[in-house]
C-alpha cells in the first residue's frame, strides 16, 4: 500500500523561502506522478504543480509560476516543493499526491494516494 509523509511545513516570513517533502513508502515513488495543493478554509483545494513519472517535466499553476520548482530524488523515493518569495496568500494547508496516470493532471480526482498534509504559514 503507498503511503506519503510530508514534512518541512512552518513559519516562513513574506520574501523567504520553505522546501516542503513528500515521502513514499510501498512502492516505486518514481512510477507516479505526483502532484502539490493546497487548501485554505475559504478556498477549495487548488493545484499548485505537477510533476511527470520518472522526473522529468513539470507543470504550475500560471499564477504561482516562477515561485515555485518541483523536484524528485528518486534514490530516496522523495518529491519535493520549493517555494520562494513567500507572500501572505500562500498561507495554506500543502498536501502532496500521487498518481498513475502519464499525464501531469490538475485534476484532484485522478490521484489516488495524498498526504497528511502540512501547514505552511506566511507572516512577519
Known amino acids: 500500500q503507498v503511503q506519503l509523509v510530508q514534512s518541512g511545513g512552518g513559519l516562513v516570513q513574506p520574501g523567504g523561502s520553505l522546501r516542503l517533502s513528500c515521502v513514499a513508502s510501498?512502492?516505486?515513488?518514481?512510477?507516479?506522478?505526483v502532484g502539490w495543493f493546497r487548501q485554505t478554509p475559504a478556498k477549495a483545494r487548488e493545484f499548485v504543480g505537477v510533476i511527470s513519472r520518472y522526473g522529468g517535466g513539470t507543470v504550475y499553476a500560471p499564477s504561482l509560476w516562477g515561485r515555485f520548482a518541483i523536484s524528485r530524488d528518486h534514490a530516496n523515493n522523495t518529491v519535493f516543493l520549493q517555494m520562494i518569495n513567500a507572500k501572505p496568500e500562500d498561507t495554506a494547508l500543502y498536501y502532496c499526491a500521487a498518481t498513475q496516470t502519464l499525464r501531469n493532471s490538475q485534476d484532484i480526482s485522478d490521484y489516488d494516494y495524498w498526504g497528511q498534509g502540512t501547514q505552511v504559514t506566511v507572516s512577519s
Open positions: 510501498g512502492t516505486a515513488f518514481s512510477d507516479y506522478t
